[in-house]
């Protein structure tokens, strides 16, 4: 149903959105446009690609990010 990715390609893909982020950061369009179609965008792609009790799993690993604060110490700096 779906193919592996090598870390590779992965590090590939992601610099590719980052590319992609900072020119719409550039082109002023608000964080929250960009953030939700990234996040519509990669919906669609899993979608394609798995079942839904896998996205679901995906999505509560998410929550249980923001619920436990996970996600914000992302944005805070490292030492």
Do not use: W
């Not at 369009?29 to 519509?40: D, E, H, N, R, V």
């Not at 799993?57 to 604060?69: E, K, P, T, W, Y």
């Amino acid at each position: 149903m779906h193919q592996q990715a090598t870390e590779a390609q992965i590090l590939e893909a992601g610099q590719i959105i980052d590319q992609l982020v900072h020119h719409m950061v550039e082109k002023e369009i608000p964080t929250i446009a960009i953030a939700s179609a990234l996040l519509g965008g990669a919906l669609n792609l899993l979608g394609a690609e798995l079942p839904d009790d896998a996205i679901l799993r995906i999505l509560d690993n998410a929550m249980q990010s923001v619920r436990s604060g996970a996600l914000r110490e992302l944005d805070e700096p490292r030492q």
